[in-house]
T-cell receptor, first 115, second 113 residues
């Protein structure tokens, strides 16, 4: 199993550009999440999805959009990139019942710099 | 809003000695997670604690949960260099149609000889 796969791993954007961070999971998990991690901080929730066609905002959704057309994919779109969006982005997924051993599975992250 | 506080934020450990990281959270939760993160890497799940009094151990790490005190501890026994990393606790709390996973700021551990 590949688990949660994120692409790209690194990206530099210019202010005002747009991009899509890709996230795919092959565990048939219903629930998927996007977090951002700023230096020296914990993770903050951007958006989440409880199933295909259903998305909802987290703590810090401004400047981002998501879609969930399939169970496997949960892309995160940045429109009009700003320096404040420089961060490491993690995608995560989990089973409906959260499980008892690991709970959430995280991808390897996308390190984004906006200059 | 659920707040999760870890302390200390930085911990310099001497090899062979024992240390504890504390995780306090502000509202009722039904489970607590501990994660490890190496520099530039993703989060690795260490423990999932499901109930009051839960204790889990893996190698030199032992985690416990006191839901009444809203406190979890991560105890490190006889620290070794391989344990250098950042450790996060995270707490699940019910949200509108899901659970919300809220993270502490992390404890950066450095183990020195």
């Amino acid at each position: 199993n590949a688990g949660v796969t994120q692409t790209p791993k690194f990206r530099i954007l210019k202010i005002g550009q747009s991009m899509t961070l890709q996230c795919t999971q092959d565990m048939n998990h219903n629930y998927m999440y996007w977090y951002r991690q700023d230096p020296g901080m914990g993770l903050k929730l951007i958006y989440y999805s409880v199933g295909a066609g259903i998305t909802d905002k987290g703590e810090v959704p401004n400047g981002y959009n998501v879609s969930r057309s399939t169970t496997e994919d949960f892309p995160l779109r940045l429109e009009l990139a700003a320096p404040s969006q420089t961060s490491v982005y993690f995608c995560a997924s989990r089973r409906r019942d959260r499980g008892t051993r690991h709970g959430y599975t995280f991808g390897s992250g996308t390190r984004l710099t906006v200059v | 809003e659920l707040k999760v506080e870890q302390n200390p934020l930085f911990l310099s450990m001497q090899e062979g000695k024992n240390y504890t990281i504390y995780c306090n959270y502000s509202t009722t939760s039904d489970r607590l997670y501990w994660y490890r993160q190496d520099p530039g890497k993703s989060l690795e799940s260490l423990f999932v604690l499901l109930s009051n009094g839960a204790v889990k151990q893996e190698g030199r790490l032992m985690a416990s949960l006191d839901t009444k005190a809203r406190l979890s501890t991560l105890h490190i026994t006889a620290a070794v260099h391989d344990l250098s990393a950042t450790y996060f606790c995270a707490v699940d709390s019910p949200a509108s149609n899901d659970y919300k996973l809220s993270f502490g700021a992390g404890t950066t551990v450095t183990v020195r000889a």
